[in-house]
């Protein structure tokens, strides 16, 4: 069945960097456009970014210029490479299969920016 | 990016019907019939209920239907059960983004 299983969340200090990981089974990664969405917390879904299966990506303003999304089709992994975090990128992050919809989520992983 | 504009709550009692609107632009809504709703229950990540705008995922009850006219998108949960109390989200996208409503929580009286 399909599978997406975010990893990589921890605490990081305001301008600090850290990397997550989406794995991803049960369907044919490669032709699949991947997104990744955050939620903070008490609040609503946010779009971040998404990659196309040639690896083309596109940003939200928020984030753009400091997240950089990278994908791995050899082991079906994707990757939200994070730069310069701010107090504000506390959150939930989600990872999910698909582009203009996502049909599947991963339960997420914790991003918590704190000094 | 704007988000989509929807209420922020809506009730209703088991049996009743509810509808969550869902407003955005010519650009997104508009211009692509393209609008899909999501379920999301507290501590759980969201569910795909509704996508390009009319179509149920398998398994997705029929008591949930979307529907569009112009700039708004709309979701109707008919028949409403205890297990429908969560919080929905629209979302829609432009040719190089993809948006999403502030969300609208349902109770179940």
């Known amino acids: 069945q399909v599978q997406v299983v975010e990893s990589g969340g921890s605490s990081v200090r305001p301008g600090g960097s850290l990397r997550l990981s989406c794995t991803a089974s049960?369907?044919?990664?490669?032709?699949?456009?991947m997104t990744w969405i955050r939620q903070a917390p008490g609040e609503g879904l946010e779009w971040m970014s998404y990659?196309?299966?040639?690896?083309?990506?596109r940003y939200a303003d928020s984030v753009r210029g400091r997240f950089t999304v990278s994908r791995d089709n050899a082991r079906s992994i994707v990757y939200l490479h994070m730069t310069n975090l701010r107090n504000d990128d506390t959150a939930m992050y989600f990872c999910?299969?698909?582009?203009?919809?996502?049909?599947?989520w991963g339960q997420g992983t914790r991003v918590t920016v704190s000094s | 990016q704007s988000a989509l504009t929807q209420p922020p709550s809506v009730s209703g009692s088991p049996g009743q019907s509810v509808t969550i609107s869902c407003t955005g632009t010519?650009?997104?809504?508009?211009?692509?019939?393209?609008a899909a709703w999501y379920q999301q229950t507290p501590g759980t990540a969201p569910k795909l209920i509704i996508f390009?705008?009319?179509n149920r995922p398998s398994g997705v009850p029929h008591r949930f239907s979307g529907s569009r006219s112009g700039n708004t998108a709309s979701l109707t949960i008919s028949g409403l059960q205890p297990e429908d109390e969560a919080d929905y989200y629209c979302?829609?996208?432009?040719?190089?983004?993809?948006?999403f409503g502030g969300g609208t929580k349902l109770t179940v009286l």
């Open positions: 979302s829609s996208y432009t040719d190089t983004s993809v948006m």
């Open positions: 390009e705008v009319r």
């Open positions: 990659i196309s299966d040639g690896g083309e990506a």
């Open positions: 010519s650009g997104d809504i508009g211009r692509h019939y393209n």
């Open positions: 999910s299969r698909g582009r203009i919809y996502s049909d599947f």
């Open positions: 049960g369907f044919t990664f490669s032709d699949s456009y």
